[in-house]
C-alpha cells in the first residue's frame, strides 16, 4: 500500500529552527509537496520538489533525496504565526495525491 | 484568498436531511476536487474532476453526489448521512491535473457536523 509518515506534533521556540520530516512510500513519484494549514482554514501551498537537494524560499526550506523515501521541511527563524499544521504529499505514478496525515507545529515564545 | 471560495462555512444536518456544499474558483483552473479531513487523518480524496468529467470516484458512498455544471463550480449533494461524516469538507482546484507540477489550490472548507 502507499503509506506517507509525518510526526503528529512538534513543539518549539520563536526565533529558533525546526525541521518537519516526511517519509514515503508510493507507488511511483512525481514530486512531493508541502502545504500550511492554520486550524480553520485552507491548506495553502508552501514547496514543490521533484529533483534531489534543497529549495530554499525565504525562511523554508524543502529537502528531497529520492533514493531514501524522505524529504524535510525546514523552517527557520519562528514566528508565532508558523504554528500550524504541515502537510506532506506525493504524486504517485497516477498522478495522484497521496497525504500525510500532518505535522501540527506548535510555537512557544 | 486562494480563489477557491466555499458555501457554508458551517453546517449541521440531521441524517434524513439533504443539503448541498458549494465551491467556486476564480483562477482558471480545468480541474476541481472534493476531499474530506477527519480530524488526525490524512485528506481523503473524494471526487476529482477534470474539464467537467469524472475522472475519479473514490469507493465514495452514494450518500455524496458531486456536481460539476462548468469549470467554475462545483457542488456536493448530500442525503440521509450519518454521523461518521462529519468532518471538513474541502474542495481544491488546479490547472488540468496531468502536469507532474500541478499544484492544487484549496478553499476553506465547510465544517460538517451531523446529528
Known amino acids: 500500500g502507499q503509506n506517507i509518515d509525518q510526526p503528529t506534533e512538534m513543539t518549539a521556540t520563536e526565533g529558533a529552527i525546526v525541521q518537519i520530516n516526511c517519509t514515503y512510500q508510493t507507488s511511483g513519484f512525481n514530486g512531493l509537496f508541502w502545504y500550511q494549514q492554520h486550524a480553520g482554514e485552507a491548506p495553502t501551498f508552501l514547496s514543490y520538489n521533484v529533483l534531489d537537494g534543497l529549495e530554499e524560499k525565504g525562511r523554508f526550506s524543502s529537502f528531497l533525496s529520492r533514493s531514501k523515501g524522505y524529504s524535510y521541511l525546514l523552517l527557520k527563524e519562528l514566528q508565532m504565526k508558523d504554528s500550524a499544521s504541515y502537510l506532506c504529499a506525493v504524486r504517485d505514478s497516477n498522478y495522484q495525491l497521496i497525504w500525510g496525515a500532518g505535522t501540527k507545529l506548535i510555537i512557544k515564545p | 484568498e486562494t480563489g477557491v471560495t466555499q458555501t457554508p462555512r458551517h453546517l449541521v444536518m440531521g441524517m434524513t436531511n439533504k443539503k448541498s456544499l458549494k465551491c467556486e474558483q476564480h483562477l482558471g483552473h480545468n480541474a476541481m476536487y472534493w476531499y474530506k479531513q477527519s480530524a488526525k487523518k490524512p485528506l481523503e480524496l473524494m471526487f476529482v474532476?477534470?474539464?467537467?468529467?469524472?475522472?475519479e470516484n473514490n469507493s465514495v458512498p452514494s450518500r455524496f453526489s458531486p456536481e460539476c455544471p462548468n469549470s467554475s463550480h462545483l457542488f456536493l449533494h448530500l442525503h440521509t448521512l450519518q454521523p461518521e461524516d462529519s468532518a471538513l469538507y474541502l474542495c481544491?482546484?488546479?490547472?488540468?491535473?496531468?502536469?507532474?507540477?500541478?499544484?492544487?489550490?484549496f478553499g476553506p472548507g465547510t465544517r460538517l457536523t451531523v446529528l
Open positions: 481544491a482546484s488546479s490547472q488540468d491535473g496531468s502536469q507532474h507540477t500541478d499544484t492544487q489550490y
Open positions: 474532476y477534470n474539464f467537467k468529467e469524472q475522472t
